[in-house]
């Protein structure tokens, strides 16, 4: 469960993120849709823990995110420009990772195979195409089995089918009864994806609510 309870956050006179409140359940992929600049990576990063709210909170499993005991265990994350050094191969980054957040070494192979990057696990992450690195993200984030699945912009550089395997993978991740937060301004590939929807603007949640609502014009 995520819950974020009137969050703002302003950098100096600009209201980044302006009193947003929404939750992502359990057993639903729930879209956090808006387009460039509209907050969602700010709201993202104080959820991560990478930054501090100026008021309101931002809550992972009923804690903030540096209260976690063992936080990749709890959440897995996808976040625009972090991810190995392009000199790093994939699984020694995986196997760094595991080691690091005391997850089984066989989970290593586990989210290769899952991601369809077994074959490539031994090439320098240089060398890996937009959509390579995608799926290298991803299989971080789904290392430690986590309960909450938070990713942005998950099917930038994926083709048609590389959006159709992250649908399923979101889905399948979700009806284990996992939350799943999908942040895209791709609104049209992804909306399809989400059970629930929250599209924000100009920091400010402007629809709230599950797909069918919404689309039904809620
Ligand atoms: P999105 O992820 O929806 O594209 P962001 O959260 O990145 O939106 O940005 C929201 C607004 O906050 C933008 O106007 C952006 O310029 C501003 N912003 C984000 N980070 C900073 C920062 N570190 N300093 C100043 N302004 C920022
Ligand atoms: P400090 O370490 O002095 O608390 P921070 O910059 O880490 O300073 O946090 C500033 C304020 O924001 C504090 O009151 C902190 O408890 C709160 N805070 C930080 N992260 C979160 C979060 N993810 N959710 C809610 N409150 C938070």
Same mark, same amino acid.
């Given at each position: 469960?995520?819950?974020?309870?009137?969050?703002?956050?302003?950098?100096?006179?600009?209201?980044?993120?302006?009193?947003?409140?929404?939750?992502?359940?359990?057993?639903?992929?729930?879209?956090?849709?808006?387009?460039?600049?509209?907050?969602?990576?700010?709201?993202?990063?104080?959820? =991560?823990? @990478? $930054?501090? %709210?100026?008021? /309101?909170?931002?809550?992972?499993?009923? #804690?903030?995110? *540096? !209260? +976690?005991?063992?936080?990749?265990?709890?959440?897995?994350?996808?976040?625009?420009?972090?991810?190995?050094?392009?000199?790093?191969?994939?699984?020694?980054?995986?196997?760094?990772?595991?080691?690091?957040?005391?997850?089984?070494?066989?989970?290593?192979?586990?989210?290769?195979?899952?991601?369809?990057?077994?074959?490539?696990?031994?090439?320098?992450?240089?060398?890996?195409?937009?959509?390579?690195?995608?799926?290298?993200?991803?299989?971080?984030?789904?290392?430690?089995?986590?309960?909450? =699945?938070? @990713? $942005?912009? %998950?099917?930038? /550089?994926?083709?048609?089918?590389?959006? #159709?395997?992250? *649908? !399923? +993978?979101?889905?399948?991740?979700?009806?284990?009864?996992?939350?799943?937060?999908?942040?895209?301004?791709?609104?049209?590939?992804?909306?399809?994806?989400?059970?629930?929807?929250?599209?924000?603007?100009?920091?400010?949640?402007?629809?709230?609510?599950?797909?069918?609502?919404?689309?039904?014009?809620?």
């Amino acid at each position: 469960m995520i819950e974020v309870l009137g969050l703002s956050k302003h950098y100096g006179g600009r209201k980044a993120v302006d009193d947003v409140t929404f939750t992502a359940r359990p057993g639903r992929v729930t879209g956090f849709l808006g387009p460039n600049g509209a907050g969602k990576s700010t709201t993202l990063r104080v959820l =991560l823990g @990478l $930054d501090a %709210p100026t008021s /309101g909170r931002a809550l992972v499993a009923g #804690r903030r995110y *540096r !209260d +976690l005991a063992q936080p990749l265990r709890t959440v897995g994350a996808l976040l625009e420009g972090a991810g190995p050094v392009p000199e790093r191969r994939a699984a020694d980054h995986l196997m760094w990772l595991a080691r690091s957040n005391r997850i089984p070494r066989r989970r290593v192979r586990e989210v290769l195979d899952l991601t369809g990057l077994a074959e490539a696990a031994r090439r320098r992450v240089k060398t890996y195409s937009l959509g390579m690195r995608q799926r290298l993200g991803i299989a971080a984030a789904l290392l430690g089995e986590p309960d909450v =699945l938070i @990713l $942005d912009e %998950p099917v930038n /550089g994926l083709d048609p089918d590389g959006i #159709r395997w992250v *649908r !399923d +993978l979101l889905r399948d991740h979700a009806a284990s009864g996992r939350t799943v937060l999908l942040s895209s301004h791709f609104m049209a590939e992804t909306a399809g994806i989400a059970d629930d929807v929250v599209i924000v603007h100009r920091g400010r949640v402007v629809v709230r609510g599950s797909l069918a609502e919404v689309t039904a014009g809620h």
